[in-house]
């Protein structure tokens, strides 16, 4: 079976100071996989989504960058964070086409 | 601006009652829907999803679908207490990989 794999659980970062976050999945080759961001009481943010190793597409313009150096890793980056990237972080994978997404366990980011 | 609007609640229903959960969508392209259950400070679970019109059953969940009338629901029967969370809805169009959540309805089942 599928497992997805976030760290760390949470993070608390002052800001201006660097960040990076890692996904990965376990079961399955190929995955989609997307960065999204949920600030509290919001609703879930599309940052950035990858269907392949070294390819990324960024949805929203950010301090943010994302990484995919293996077909099953992916890396949420920062060079200096700010106060409203404070945050719930969810990596999720999908196979195929308008196919499922599976969350991780997510990542909460507080910026101080 | 493609949208997927959700009451945001909370509903409050009483243990053992029907609760209803309704979500509408303004972009006619989409074509599956994902019903979410996020419970407080964890990450979203998928309940079920829906790619045709009418009614899909799983258990105590039923989702209904009227592309027609851009229209996605969830049904919960026999509500429990656990199943207190706040619901998200989803859609994604055809060939695109990019799903867009509602800011989802808080559920309370009072005990």
Partial sequence: SQTIHQWPATLVQPVGSPLSL??????????????????????????????????????????????????????LSSKKLLLSDSGFYLCAWSVGEQETQYFGPGTRLLVL | QKEVEQNSGPLSVPE???????????DRGSQSFFWYRQ??????????????????????????????????????????????????????????????????TRLFVKA
């Fill in chain 2, 16 to 26: 053992g009652a029907i609760a209803s959960l309704n979500c509408t969508y303004s």
């Fill in chain 1, 22 to 75: 890692e996904c990965t999945v376990e079961g399955t080759s190929n995955p989609n996989l997307y960065w999204y961001r949920q600030a509290a009481g919001r609703g879930l943010q599309l940052l950035f989504y990858s269907v392949g190793i070294g390819q990324i597409s960024s949805e929203v313009p950010q301090n943010l960058s994302a990484s995919r150096p293996q077909d099953r890793q992916f890396i």
């Fill in chain 2, 39 to 104: 419970y407080s400070g964890k990450s979203p679970e998928l309940i079920m999803f829906i790619y045709s019109n009418g009614d899909k059953e799983d258990g105590r969940f039923t989702a209904q679908l009227n592309k027609a009338s851009q229209y996605v629901s969830l049904l919960i029967r026999d509500s429990q207490p656990s199943d207190s969370a706040t619901y998200l809805c989803a859609g994604v169009n055809t060939g695109g990989f990019k799903t867009i959540f509602g800011a989802g």
